[in-house]
């Protein structure tokens, strides 16, 4: 069997110029100097920094599966160090996302957000990454949606033999802290009913029932309630394979 390859997406604001705009490009620069130098430890095999509006987002590649805590204390390193900047240039919302003084193991209840999807790598593997700013979770359920439940909008559903088998789909309650597992098409109008309460349900994962793997991951922190105050919106990012039996 082939190695599994992670795709992890880990986002934060840290501060940003002229209120929530964008990170100030030092921060950026300061972000990919973290994940240069793990790369070169070996401990990732590649990176990709970028942003949308205040939001910076580290993705990352590597050979470690979910939840690795080497892999997150990158993200958390990377995230300090563009703090520190943040503060020595005043910035608004300076460390704004990093809601602990220590990093425990893993990002998840720390600030940060994040979206990961371990999978068997096919010999041509495209893969879409969505980021967002200034919304929450549920800002991706209808167009996620749309792509995996409705044949008028991906035809594959329809004439596809893998994409005819459906999928198996995550909701959260992000709010409550439960999750639910439906299955495409026999639960899609189940599966719609809760995805209508934006405010509460929001879809987490997205998974084949061919036998392909993970299609689609997406991160369901809500900042507010990890703080246990307004910090925030949750500004989710989305994680998605296409074509052969996926959406394309």
């Given at each position: 069997?082939?190695?599994?390859?992670?795709?992890?997406?880990?986002?934060?604001?840290?501060?940003?110029?002229?209120?929530?705009?964008?990170?100030?490009?030092?921060?950026?620069?300061?972000?990919?100097?973290?994940?240069?130098?793990?790369?070169?430890?070996?401990?990732?095999?590649?990176?990709?920094?970028?942003?949308?509006?205040?939001?910076?987002?580290?993705?990352?590649?590597?050979?470690?599966?979910?939840?690795?805590?080497?892999?997150?204390?990158?993200?958390?390193?990377?995230?300090?160090?563009?703090?520190?900047?943040?503060?020595?240039?005043?910035?608004?919302?300076?460390?704004?996302?990093?809601?602990?003084?220590?990093?425990?193991?893993?990002?998840?209840?720390?600030?940060?957000?994040?979206?990961?999807?371990?999978?068997?790598?096919?010999?041509?593997?495209?893969?879409?990454?969505?980021?967002?700013?200034?919304?929450?979770?549920?800002?991706?359920?209808?167009?996620?949606?749309?792509?995996?439940?409705?044949?008028?909008?991906?035809?594959?559903?329809?004439?596809?033999?893998?994409?005819?088998?459906?999928?198996?789909?995550?909701?959260?309650?992000?709010?409550?802290?439960?999750?639910?597992?439906?299955?495409?098409?026999?639960?899609?109008?189940?599966?719609?009913?809760?995805?209508?309460?934006?405010?509460?349900?929001?879809?987490?994962?997205?998974?084949?029932?061919?036998?392909?793997?993970?299609?689609c991951v997406v991160s369901t922190d809500k900042l507010n309630l990890?703080?246990?105050?307004?910090?925030?919106?949750?500004?989710?990012?989305?994680?998605?394979?296409?074509?052969?039996?996926?959406?394309?």
């Amino acid at each position: 069997m082939a190695e599994k390859v992670t795709i992890s997406v880990i986002k934060a604001d840290v501060g940003s110029v002229c209120g929530h705009t964008r990170p100030h490009p030092s921060m950026i620069e300061k972000c990919k100097e973290v994940l240069a130098d793990r790369a070169k430890q070996g401990i990732i095999e590649d990176y990709y920094v970028t942003r949308v509006g205040d939001e910076i987002n580290l993705f990352i590649t590597h050979f470690k599966g979910d939840n690795n805590k080497e892999v997150h204390q990158i993200g958390w390193d990377a995230f300090t160090e563009a703090t520190k900047l943040a503060k020595a240039m005043h910035l608004y919302g300076a460390g704004q996302d990093i809601l602990t003084d220590a990093f425990s193991g893993n990002i998840k209840g720390a600030g940060p957000g994040s979206a990961e999807m371990t999978f068997e790598e096919r010999p041509a593997e495209p893969v879409i990454c969505f980021m967002a700013d200034k919304t929450e979770p549920a800002a991706y359920s209808l167009p996620l949606a749309r792509i995996f439940l409705d044949p008028f909008t991906t035809t594959g559903l329809v004439i596809d033999k893998k994409a005819k088998m459906g999928f198996d789909v995550e909701i959260h309650d992000v709010l409550d802290n439960k999750r639910v597992v439906m299955s495409s098409p026999e639960e899609t109008l189940s599966i719609l009913s809760l995805l209508g309460d934006t405010s509460r349900y929001a879809i987490k994962r997205i998974c084949s029932r061919a036998g392909i793997g993970p299609a689609c991951v997406v991160s369901t922190d809500k900042l507010n309630l990890t703080a246990g105050n307004y910090i925030g919106k949750d500004d989710p990012v989305c994680i998605c394979r296409a074509q052969s039996g996926l959406p394309s």
